[in-house]
Every structure is written in structure tokens, then in C-alpha cells.
């Protein structure tokens, strides 16, 4: 199972950037698929996720701002960010959650595609 993620870049605050990402690979069936940005020398923590058990959640610092959808054929996730301030700056994980194989369930993560805000 790959994750691929894509989109970033350097915005001003008050702009808007939009990440992807693509699961590939076999697999039966995902669960959770979500963002969890890191800044330096912080931990990843969640900022959305949508999950057939759990609906969709956001973190209270980008309520109102982002946006997660979830392609559920393609097994894509995309988070929409508006308002960007710099205190969102950080690479974003891309993370898939409780991902069923024929042989075993796991979390996987892409690469980090990173967000920088510029005031």
C-alpha cells in the first residue's frame, strides 16, 4: 500500500493551497483516510479526517478554514485550506487508517508535502 501526496507550496497568509493524495496498492478497504500536519519540532497531530466509521472531523484550529473530501471509488483525499495563516506551516502527512489487506489491518503514511505561509 502507497500513499502519494502532492500539492503544497509556499502561499501569503489569507491564500489557499490544495493537497491530494492517492492510495494504491491491493488492498480491500480503507477506513480512515486524513492530514496530519508537523511543524519542526512539533509531533503530527490531526487537522482533518473522514472515516466510514466516524463521519468527517476537523481540529478545531482549521474549522471554518479546511475542507477534507474523499474520492471513495478512486481512493483519493484532498484537503482544501483557505484563510492560511502562518502557524499552518508544516509538512502534511497524508494518513491512511485501519487499511484492510487479505492479510492484516494497518495505518499506512505518505510522504510529507509541505506548507509554508508567509506573512
Known amino acids: 500500500v502507497q500513499l502519494q501526496a502532492s500539492g503544497g507550496g509556499s502561499v501569503q497568509t489569507g491564500g489557499s493551497s490544495r493537497l491530494s493524495c492517492a492510495v494504491s496498492?491491493?488492498?480491500?478497504?480503507?477506513?480512515?483516510l486524513g492530514w496530519y500536519p508537523q511543524a519542526p519540532g512539533n509531533d503530527r497531530e490531526l487537522v482533518a479526517r473522514?472515516?466510514?466509521?466516524?463521519?468527517?472531523s476537523y481540529a478545531d484550529s482549521v474549522k471554518d478554514r479546511f475542507t477534507i473530501s474523499r474520492d471513495w471509488d478512486k481512493n483519493t483525499v484532498d484537503l482544501q485550506m483557505n484563510n492560511l495563516r502562518p502557524d499552518d506551516t508544516a509538512a502534511y502527512y497524508c494518513?491512511?487508517?485501519?487499511?484492510?489487506?487479505?492479510?492484516?489491518?494497518?495505518?499506512?503514511w505518505g510522504q510529507g508535502t509541505l506548507v509554508t505561509v508567509s506573512s
Open positions: 473522514i472515516s466510514r466509521s466516524f463521519g468527517t
Open positions: 494518513y491512511a487508517g485501519q487499511v484492510t489487506t487479505v492479510r492484516s489491518t494497518d495505518d499506512y
Open positions: 496498492g491491493t488492498f480491500v478497504k480503507i477506513n480512515t
